[in-house]
């Protein structure tokens, strides 16, 4: 189906595992982006991609690693998972980098 | 830096009661504003946007109208339905690929 998705739905894992949040967009947009969303915070910015190659950080990129091989995947890769990075996870794309599409999202939880 | 304020929830309306929203922002220049819509259980959706001063976005029923002289995106609403349940985020982008949240409004309407 054509879109935006993310898996898994729901993960739980225990702390200094590594996790991997799967993103994936049919639309070829050329901005992808992560963001986090906690309780009183709104969403933060992870990271962001504007083509395949081509990551840079955002508000809070500490503990996250990313990568674009392809333009239509976007992994976001928790190192070493720590309890103050459950929370839920939303990927997003975007053809000009103006108005973005949000996938579903994931939910996280560190033990 | 850029940032964006919005009215603190939670908001619990009974059907066909107004709804305002209030939002106001800080940044310079001349940014681009957005309502995002957050239904349970799913991802944002964009709702609205405005891109210049004096523009008014609409949609669903929804209107806001970007006032520079305010700093303000205020979201309204004139008859809200129970299927209007949820959670309203307001946005701003400078240009640069990359949104700036508010901590998101959860409105509930009763039937």
């Known amino acids: 189906d054509a879109g935006i998705t993310q898996s898994p739905r729901y993960k739980i894992t225990e702390t200094g595992r590594q996790v991997t949040l799967m993103c994936h967009q049919t639309w070829s947009h050329s901005y992808m982006f992560w963001y986090r969303q906690d309780l009183g915070h709104g969403l933060r910015l992870i990271y962001y991609?504007?083509?395949?190659?081509?990551?840079d950080k955002g508000e809070v990129p500490d503990g996250y690693v990313v990568s674009r091989s392809k333009t239509e995947n976007f992994p976001l890769t928790l190192e070493s998972a720590t309890r103050s990075q459950t929370s839920v996870y939303f990927c997003?794309?975007?053809?000009?980098?103006?108005?973005?599409?949000f996938g579903p999202g994931t939910r996280l939880t560190v033990l | 830096g850029d940032s964006v304020t919005q009215m603190e929830g939670p908001v619990t309306l009974s059907e066909e009661a107004f709804l305002t929203i209030n939002c106001t922002y800080t940044a310079t220049g001349y940014p681009s504003l957005f309502w995002y819509v957050q239904y349970p259980g799913e991802g944002l959706q964009l709702l609205l946007k405005?891109?210049?001063?004096?523009d008014k976005g609409s949609n669903k029923g929804f209107e806001a109208t970007y006032r520079k002289e305010t700093t303000s995106f205020h979201l309204e609403k004139g008859s809200v339905q129970v299927s209007d349940s949820a959670v309203y985020f307001c946005a701003l982008s400078r240009g640069d690929y990359k949104l700036s949240f508010g901590a998101g409004t959860t409105v509930t309407v009763r039937a």
């Open positions: 997003a794309s975007s053809p000009a980098g103006d108005t973005q599409y």
């Open positions: 405005a891109t210049k001063a004096d």
């Open positions: 991609s504007a083509a395949a190659d081509i990551t």
